[in-house]
């Protein structure tokens, strides 16, 4: 056979790889098709890495099959032992993987210097560079969200740091194109991958979500100029989609939370007082489980907020048996999820899917705001800053403007919550101090169970 025909096969499945990878993330964007999506584009990207082998030329057979036993094996694993409460940063630290998969490509790529054009060796280097940022940034991330990094740490003159490091990096990586010199090389990733981590570590955990986004966004533009270098369609077509879907769901979330991406890089949330910030006062009224179980069972209507304290007391199952129990109660009840709960985009969703909770039970902010104010009882699952009523008062919160769920507008609010802190983002909450507010204290799963066994006692 032919080396033409050789590439008109490859081509082809490129192009089917192509259908397969816009097939699966267009069937992603509903809980209903998703498991298919996913299907779908793990079946585009096998037949994009067996199609690899077939390329005219391609050597070391050996050394490609060991790195997909060895990565495929970890993967597996991982993604079969992972609890869903790490599953942000198995998300983060695995996105971080891709990046530096694309910036290692481009470093060989430059050291070479076998780039096509001029254009290929310049989308060669910003590849490298957003890359090696979001390979850094990926890492620092799972770090926070790991519990490793605890707090989000400010340099002094931390914007002017992060504006004079990105213009020495892009300076050092024009160089490096020009020069193609060995030391040149690795000075740009050095400094690629200490602005990564400078970016980073002021981010707090209200906008981490934004922020892992962000960098899917980068490793997915990452990969799509590498495959443009290499001349190879897969990895631009793989590229141009995570990173197109990326950016729009970053633009999403950052509209969410109505903060523009600048902020959340130049003006993260840290959790410190500002100065101005108006003081939380009055006092936190705690209830019963039982008598919270008698406010449920004799609602008309309940809506049900989750945080990520549902994920961390693995408290999805119970909140379903919750949800059967007052079903047969004759009690309509919703979910509501805010765009940004939880570590990662659609982390909440996720953890309803996993406990079978019915699709058309959950509804987004904008579907479900306005009824908050016909709720008997509104339950906080773990959530904090989504249920904030400061960002609609207080101009000097940080979190001021920005959309949240309406839950102080309910008859009744219930907030399950293991303690008394501030939560991740470190920002008090007045709906805690609200009149028709009662705190219901302890781990989300032992909590629920409770609610249940009086429930159960009711019926």
């Given at each position: 056979?032919?080396?033409t025909?050789?590439h008109l096969?490859?081509d ?7 259908l397969l ?7 992603m ?17 096998v037949?994009a890495?067996?199609?690899?082998f077939?390329?005219?030329g391609?050597?070391?057979y050996?050394?490609?099959l060991?790195?997909?036993t ?5 993967s597996?694993w991982a993604?079969k032992?992972?609890r869903?409460?790490?599953?942000p940063?198995?998300v ?11 910036a ?8 070479r210097?076998t780039?096509?054009s ?17 390979f850094?940034?990926?890492?620092i991330?799972?770090a ?11 340099l002094?003159?931390?914007?002017a ?10 300076a050092?990586?024009i160089?490096a ?10 000075a740009?990733f050095?400094?690629a991958?200490?602005?990564g ?6 981010i707090?955990g209200?906008?981490?979500?934004v922020v892992i986004?962000?960098f899917?966004?980068f ?6 100029f590498e495959?443009?270098?290499l001349?190879?369609p897969?990895l631009?077509?793989a590229g141009?989609v ?5 950016s729009?769901?970053?633009?999403l ?7 523009p991406?600048?902020n959340?890089?130049?003006?993260p949330?840290?959790g410190e007082v500002?100065?101005?910030t108006a003081l939380?006062?009055?006092t ?5 489980a039982l ?5 449920l ?7 049900i ?6 994920a961390?007391?693995r408290?999805?199952?119970?909140v379903k048996?919750?949800t ?18 939880g570590?990662?985009?659609?982390h ?10 019915p699709?058309?039970?959950i509804?987004?902010l904008?579907?479900i705001?306005e009824?908050?104010s016909?709720?008997d009882a509104?339950v906080?699952?773990?959530a ?5 009523p ?6 000097s919160?940080?979190?001021y403007g ?8 309910a008859?009744?609010?219930i907030?399950?919550k293991?303690g008394k ?11 805690f101090?609200g ?6 204290y302890?781990?989300a ?11 159960k006692?009711?019926?």
């Amino acid at each position: 056979m032919t080396t033409t025909s050789f590439h008109l096969i490859i081509d082809s499945c490129y192009f089917i790889v192509a259908l397969l990878f816009i097939l699966g993330l267009k069937s992603m964007s509903s809980p209903v098709t998703a498991r298919r999506g996913i299907i779908w584009a793990g079946a585009g990207m096998v037949l994009a890495t067996a199609v690899t082998f077939a390329w005219p030329g391609m050597r070391n057979y050996a050394l490609i099959l060991l790195a997909l036993t060895i990565g495929s094996s970890i993967s597996w694993w991982a993604g079969k032992v992972v609890r869903m409460t790490d599953m942000p940063q198995m998300v983060a630290l695995f996105n971080g993987m891709g990046g530096g998969s694309a910036a290692a490509i481009a470093a060989i790529q430059l050291s070479r210097g076998t780039a096509h054009s001029a254009i290929a060796i310049t989308l060669s280097a910003l590849g490298a560079l957003i890359g090696t940022i979001s390979f850094s940034g990926s890492c620092i991330a799972f770090a926070k969200l790991q519990g490793i990094l605890r707090k989000a740490a400010r340099l002094p003159g931390q914007n002017a740091v992060n504006i004079i490091l990105a213009t020495l990096t892009i300076a050092s990586g024009i160089y490096a194109v020009v020069s193609g010199a060995n030391m040149s090389i690795i000075a740009f990733f050095t400094l690629a991958l200490l602005l990564g981590v400078i970016v980073t570590i002021p981010i707090g955990g209200a906008d981490m979500p934004v922020v892992i986004s962000l960098f899917n966004a980068f490793t997915g533009l990452a990969v799509g100029f590498e495959g443009y270098a290499l001349n190879n369609p897969a990895l631009i077509i793989a590229g141009i989609v995570v990173g197109s879907a990326g950016s729009l769901l970053t633009r999403l979330m950052a509209r969410a939370m109505n903060r523009p991406i600048l902020n959340i890089l130049f003006k993260p949330i840290t959790g410190e007082v500002m100065p101005g910030t108006a003081l939380v006062t009055g006092t936190l009224k705690e209830i019963s489980a039982l008598d919270a179980a008698s406010i449920l069972r004799y609602a008309r209507k309940v809506i049900i907020i989750p945080g990520y304290g549902m994920a961390v007391g693995r408290a999805q199952g119970k909140v379903k048996e919750l949800t059967d129990i007052l079903e047969q109660a004759g009690v309509e009840f919703k979910f509501a999820i805010h765009p940004v709960a939880g570590r990662m985009p659609g982390h909440m969703n996720v953890l309803l899917a996993e406990a079978n909770v019915p699709y058309e039970k959950i509804f987004d902010l904008e579907e479900i705001n306005e009824e908050f104010s016909g709720t008997d009882a509104a339950v906080v699952i773990g959530a904090n800053d989504v249920v904030n009523p400061a960002a609609r008062t207080d101009k000097s919160s940080p979190i001021y403007g920005m959309p949240i769920l309406n839950a102080d507008h309910a008859q009744n609010v219930i907030v399950i919550k293991r303690g008394k802190g501030t939560g991740y983002s470190g920002i008090d909450n007045p709906l805690f101090y609200g009149d028709n507010t009662r705190m219901l204290y302890g781990s989300a799963q032992t909590v629920v169970s409770e609610l249940i066994k009086h429930l159960k006692e009711f019926m």
